[in-house]
């Protein structure tokens, strides 16, 4: 076990985590895009963004990787020479932003559709409300989902590895792998396996405190900002006028 930790932590570990904050963040560009074309009042737009969703969420990511890594290579050859990481990596990013795209969709329809009419009463064109005032806070209604959905692409990275990779780009389970068929034993798949846990858990407890925050967090700190003192004076004010009004 205590002999694969250098790979794990030179090539796995390092490999996992750029593939998935790859995949991540070009999920999310290629998301917000689907998810603006899924609530768009035309109808050309709404169509294209449906099938894209329905065909990168109901197919199995394996075979999505394999289709899009292996088929693509040939096309990208001049680009990538042969090199299967950057396939991998979009794979990935169709994958996700499928997905990304779902819960962007979900939190900006969640807005109160009165601020897109106050804010077209105001003069705003639609393209500024949706910028300005319903994305922004969509968004920040689904942070706890977009962490949960980094969790989901950092074990669907370990797909990767049929694809082909080199031994520099091999991700987490592609090392413990290669190292349990070498040492006859399953203490590397334990030791990744580990990795991952290491990783994910943390990000389960962010993700639940994230969502508690943004229920119950600015509440909260509203009433334990208060002060005593204030509510003593305030309680004094309302006996005076009583008085008074007797």
Not at 3 to 31: E, F, K, M, Q, W
Not at 200 to 218: I, K, S
Request: net charge positive.
């Amino acid at each position: 076990m205590v002999a694969v930790i250098p790979d794990v932590l030179a090539y796995g570990l390092r490999n996992t985590l750029v593939l998935a904050a790859s995949a991540t963040v070009v999920g999310i560009v290629l998301g917000m895009v689907v998810a603006v074309m899924g609530v768009s009042r035309r109808r050309w737009l709404r169509v294209p963004a449906r099938v894209y969703t329905d065909v990168f969420r109901g197919l199995p990511a394996i075979l999505t990787i394999l289709l899009i890594g292996q088929g693509l290579a040939p096309l990208t050859s001049q680009w990538f020479r042969g090199n299967p990481y950057p396939l991998g990596i979009l794979a990935l990013s169709l994958i996700a932003s499928a997905y990304i795209g779902e819960i962007f969709r979900s939190g900006i329809q969640s807005v109160d559709a009165g601020q897109l009419k106050a804010c077209r009463a105001l003069g705003m064109s639609y393209a500024s409300a949706m910028r300005l005032v319903v994305v922004p806070q969509g968004v920040r209604r689904v942070l706890p989902a977009l962490v949960n959905q980094f969790i989901a692409i950092i074990k669907d990275s370990s797909l990767v590895y049929f694809l082909g990779l080199l031994t520099s780009q091999r991700e987490l389970f592609r090392v413990g792998q290669d190292a349990a068929v070498t040492s006859g034993n399953l203490s590397p798949l334990v030791t990744v396996g580990l990795c991952y846990l290491v990783i994910t858990v943390p990000l389960t407890y962010l993700v639940n405190w994230t969502d508690d925050r943004l229920r119950t967090g600015a509440r909260v700190k509203h009433v334990t900002e208060i002060d005593p003192r204030a509510i003593e004076i305030e309680r004094s004010d309302r006996e005076v006028a009583e008085r008074a009004g007797r």
